[in-house]
T-cell receptor, first 114, second 111 residues
Framework: DQQVKQNSPSLSVQEGRISILNCDYTNSMFDYFLWYKKYPAEGPTFLISISSIKDKNEDGRFTVFLNKSAKHLSLHIVPSQPGDSAVYFCATKIMNTGFQKLVFGTGTRLLVSP | DGGITQSPKYLFRKEGQNVTLSCEQNLNHDAMYWYRQDPGQGLRLIYYSQIVNDFQKGDIAEGYSVSREKKESFPLTVTSAQKNPTAFYLC??????????FGQGTRLTVV
């Protein structure tokens, strides 16, 4: 039962263009979201987060948008670079027996071609 | 250099054997976690620990065990009861329940 869904397993974009990665969630009570980037055979690295009190958070080339009514968030990368080619996971924090655990989507593989 | 160290990077296990994956952090983080990644799936939580000598089962704890005797260390044992242990295992840590930082992972293969 996926609580965080990334419906696009892959995305191909040309260098310099915008990459848009999407994520849907099931519970309107979720209030904090994170994006992680992962290269093959490495651990994920934290990219950017957003709290439900905001609808946008920007960090350099990366912007996350949150649409609470649609239970949808998206990560925009502008401009995309070949080094951005990786798997991107969205995640949310869920309270479980007094402890917040991170729940991840299945990931979207981004390929940025020169 | 602060960080999370997982060892070994690659591990091979024979059927029926227990094997222990190491995770050490020098970030002074209280919380530590173990996740498993399978192809086409997200990261699934195996066990987590908020404090020394305390740990909780995650979503897929069956066939695994952990200990937290020191703040810096959170080893994961994959027991023979785990029916499908071949996967990429990731350890993470965080300050309280903030952003989690991950190690480089251990790829376990059953031969």
């Amino acid at each position: 039962d996926q609580q965080v869904k990334q419906n696009s397993p892959s995305l191909s974009v040309q260098e310099g263009r915008i990459s848009i990665l999407n994520c849907d969630y099931t519970n309107s009570m979720f209030d904090y979201f994170l994006w992680y980037k992962k290269y093959p055979a490495e651990g994920p690295t934290f990219l950017i987060s957003i709290s439900s009190i905001k609808d946008k958070n920007e960090d350099g080339r990366f912007t996350v948008f949150l649409n609470k009514s649609a239970k949808h968030l998206s990560l925009h990368i502008v401009p995309s670079q070949p080094g951005d080619s990786a798997v991107y996971f969205c995640a949310t924090k869920i309270m479980n027996t007094g402890f917040q655990k991170l729940v991840f989507g299945t990931g979207t593989r981004l390929l940025v071609s020169p | 250099d602060g960080g999370i160290t997982q060892s070994p990077k690659y591990l091979f296990r024979k059927e029926g054997q227990n094997v222990t994956l190491s995770c050490e952090q020098n970030l002074n983080h209280d919380a530590m976690y173990w996740y498993r990644q399978d192809p086409g799936q997200g990261l699934r939580l195996i066990y987590y620990s908020q404090i020394v000598n305390d740990f909780q089962k995650g979503d897929i704890a069956e066939g695994y065990s952990v200990s937290r005797e020191k703040k810096e260390s959170f080893p994961l044992t994959v027991t023979s009861a785990q029916k499908n242990p071949t996967a990429f295992y990731l350890c993470a840590s965080s300050i309280d329940q903030g952003v989690a930082f991950f190690g480089q992972g251990t790829r376990l293969t059953v031969v």
